[in-house]
């Protein structure tokens, strides 16, 4: 796969091992006959480390042998997460230590989960990029404060702190964005 092809949320094998492309930068050379570089922050499936690549135009890497299956999360104990295939119905386990990011953002019955499965095996877990969740705890809004920009700090009902507009009431359904975990909008 060219270096321009590369686009994040690809897989590919870097130094014998899979990196999830999390973001890329591209540098335009300033002189005639230099090559373009792309740099690309990444993320190794396996050992959970950050990776920084850079590749020139001409450069490529091998695409990962890899695939993504959709999931539900069946339960979780006090050191695993366990999962099912909702096609073949396999198991897979996952440390929570290894999903601590993600635990944020799920909830029961939360669709759209899906594993990364790489040599049979699954090494983490791609959510949808936004989420629904319910305002557990912020402070009572106060009447005309709609027009104003100011925010407030809401406490959601996975644990998870976004600062919201002062409008929003305790029990409302937002909608937050699980790659910034950022406010987005009212659900």
Sequence with gaps: MLAKDIKPGTVVNY???PVLIESVSVQSPSA???ATLY???GRNLVTKQKIDITLKGGESLDQADFERRSVNIMYSD???MHLMDEENFNQYSLELGDVESELRFITDGLA???ALI???ECVGLQLPTTVELVIAECD???KGNSATGRTKPATLETGLIVHVPEYLAQGERIKVDTRTAEFLSRA
Excluded: C, E, M
């Design 112 to 114: 759209g989960i899906l």
């Design 15 to 17: 130094q014998a091992a």
């Design 32 to 34: 005639r006959g230099a």
């Design 39 to 41: 740099k690309y922050r």
């Design 78 to 80: 006090a050191t695993h």
């Design 140 to 142: 009572p809004g106060v």
């Design 118 to 120: 790489y040599n049979d």
